[in-house]
């Protein structure tokens, strides 16, 4: 069945690109019709094993898909007003829908279920089977366990499938407005070679430098990041070239695997196009931000994340002894690949600071790369390549929109059920009104339900139910949601289920839980920096007082130092166990103290232990010189 999936990507693709742009549908068809190709193509792509004996059973998902979806098209499309049951649209008939309704609702949910236990795994139709569940049974419930009035079958489908506060919600319109045109984009850019031209210009850079393939794999998996937005994609497509680029050089192999999955789950971090969390935070944020604003808030993060982590590989690198070799370099590709890049990244910049908004910037800035790219064979991207380009995106991106349906189940149901206003009132009190316990709080929460979803959809989820809890602590709504969208981020490498360096493991044929451990000594700094910029909202450029910006950004820039030390285990010269220690406590308290009058004195205190253990540390390595 390739050419029935190649044919529907292109049409998926196609029909993004103009609806998009330009919109004939209203919006609750123009997601159906989303959803109906989408899911047709995971049916498709991840058939029932064997595949080659069920063939015709996939067939018959896809023909039960095409009927459940099509029929939300056909009820809401005036079109098709002939075919509306009771002459009224299934908009105007909420409420008193009729019994035909209901029964294609529950085989819709049956297949957005279905689609999403082949796409991503079980844990999120089972949490989502759970919520449904509650719905119908809440009512059976103790009181700690936010007991409701219970709700029937047929209004559980029409919340959940018939209506807009579903399926076909927010987070299917995000996967719709923004995210599938992003991986188009960064489809097109790998045929035209842009994307190869990243990680070459990183070796080059990284020639001669200690651990330089280590570094390489840090600023690829960075750059190529930002264009998937996926961490375990990421460590999958740059992991086969940078993990054997570390293994050459000594690297053992768990190391290796960790470098690159903590490299490739902050890439979502890094602005312009970053996630598919940061186009939710356009829907969900209150008051609402633009996407300049949000790309803005997440440049000095990740700056200092990858900052971070380029210091720990070093120090890492000197610890076992990697000399800085000269690395041998494949040709030097063409510069066009370069200009191709620039344009594409200074486009998309351009027009969003211009007001447009992402998916009009992002869609210009896709003409603008076919046109530039058209100049030199090598980077042109022609009708062949444009068709893989469509497919590529359709394989990177199916998974997410059956995920996004299945979200949308549980968000119908909070919204039933009110359970979405009733944890935060549970939070805050658990928390006693203790800002970094409630942080802490929300950071466990955030990494397990993290542990077995994707990032974005785990950031869905906590800001749908939790978010609203940190504003009623006087946290900035916008570092709030960053403050989720890390963690969501970091859970990719926090043990004991670390999808991508889970990845990275079956590349570099390592131990997973070592590989584990140590993505997450690596991508330590994740950790710390969302307490950072949610106590000084500074690092987050949402405060006006330059000064004060400045001060902010460097004694964090100051406490990488001390963190990327102790997380090596070498500075200088190997650390023991008691410096490291020492060192970790005087980071955490240039990261995590509160503003107050204590501040300036702790953070002296921490400044003047790193400098006593840095001088000890330096002239220890001199007297080994």
């Not at 009820?75 to 309704?101: C, I, K, P, V, Y």
């Not at 236990?117 to 700690?144: C, K, M, Q, S």
């Not at 789950?265 to 312009?272: E, I, T, Y």
């Not at 900035?476 to 289920?497: D, E, K, N, R």
Request: net charge positive; hydrophobic share 60%; glycine share 8%.
């Amino acid at each position: 069945m390739p050419l029935l999936f190649r044919s529907l990507a292109i049409l998926l693709g196609l029909f993004i690109l103009f609806e998009v742009n330009h919109p004939q549908l209203a919006p609750q068809a123009q997601l159906a019709v989303f959803a109906l190709l989408g899911l047709s193509l995971v049916f498709l792509k991840y058939p029932i094993h064997p595949p080659k004996s069920l063939p015709l059973l996939d067939l018959f998902f896809v023909l039960a898909v095409v009927f459940c979806f099509g029929y939300v098209f056909i009820q809401t499309d005036a079109r098709f007003q002939s075919f509306w049951l009771n002459d009224q649209s299934l908009g105007n008939r909420a409420g008193l829908e009729h019994g035909l309704d209901h029964i294609v609702g529950l085989v819709g949910l049956a297949l957005v279920l279905e689609a999403t236990r082949r796409a991503i795994g079980l844990t999120l139709p089972l949490l989502a089977l759970a919520f449904l569940l509650y719905a119908a049974f809440g009512y059976l419930l103790p009181d700690w366990l936010f007991p409701h009035r219970g709700y029937n079958w047929t209004r559980i489908v029409s919340q959940t499938y018939l209506h807009a506060q579903g399926v076909f919600g927010i987070a299917l319109k995000v996967m719709f407005t923004y995210v599938f045109l992003f991986v188009l984009f960064g489809a097109v850019l790998e045929q035209t070679g842009a994307t190869g031209y990243i990680l070459n210009a990183a070796r080059r850079v990284f020639r001669n430098s200690t651990g330089g393939p280590a570094k390489v794999a840090v600023i690829s998996s960075g750059m190529m990041g930002s264009l998937s937005g996926s961490a375990v994609a990421n460590t999958a497509t740059t992991g086969t070239f940078t993990i054997p680029l570390m293994r050459a050089i000594g690297f053992r192999r768990a190391v290796a695997g960790g470098i690159e999955a903590a490299a490739s789950s902050g890439g979502a971090l890094v602005p312009p196009i970053m996630g598919a969390g940061a186009y939710m935070m356009l829907e969900i944020v209150t008051p609402a931000v633009t996407y300049l604003e949000i790309i803005t808030a997440a440049l000095v993060p990740a700056i200092l994340y990858y900052a971070a982590l380029l210091l720990i590989v070093h120090f890492h690198a000197k610890r076992i002894g990697v000399s800085a070799t000269e690395q041998t370099l494949a040709k030097r590709p063409p510069k066009m690949r370069g200009i191709v890049f620039l344009v594409a990244f200074s486009t998309l910049i351009a027009f969003l600071i211009l007001g447009y908004t992402p998916f009009r910037a992002v869609s210009i800035a896709l003409i603008f790369v076919l046109i530039v790219s058209a100049f030199r064979s090598t980077t042109r991207v022609g009708p062949r390549a444009l068709i893989r380009a469509l497919e590529g995106a359709a394989h990177a991106g199916v998974s997410l929109i059956a995920a996004a349906s299945c979200v949308g189940i549980i968000i119908g149901v909070v919204t039933l059920t009110g359970v979405g206003a009733k944890l935060p009132s549970t939070l805050l009190p658990l928390a006693q009104n203790n800002i970094l316990l409630a942080l802490i709080l929300l950071m466990i929460s955030t990494i397990i339900l993290g542990m077995g979803l994707p990032s974005a959809v785990c950031y869905l989820l906590m800001a749908t139910l939790v978010g609203p809890a940190l504003s009623d602590l006087g946290i900035a709504p916008l570092a709030a949601h960053f403050f989720i969208f890390y963690f969501g981020m970091m859970s990719m490498v926090t043990p004991p289920v670390a999808l991508a360096a889970y990845t990275a493991a079956a590349i570099a044929n390592a131990g997973i839980m070592q590989t584990g451990v140590t993505a997450f000594r690596f991508a330590l700094v994740g950790f710390a920096l969302p307490y950072a910029f949610v106590l000084h909202p500074e690092l987050l450029l949402l405060s006006a007082d330059l000064s004060a910006v400045i001060a902010n950004i460097l004694i964090v820039l100051i406490g990488i130092f001390p963190l990327s030390a102790a997380a090596a285990g070498h500075a200088f010269a190997p650390l023991p166990t008691h410096q490291r220690v020492l060192l970790l406590a005087a980071a955490l308290l240039l990261f995590l103290v509160p503003s107050g009058n204590a501040r300036l004195y702790l953070q002296g205190a921490a400044l003047l232990a790193v400098g006593v253990i840095a001088v000890s540390n330096w002239r220890s390595a001199r007297s080994h010189a």
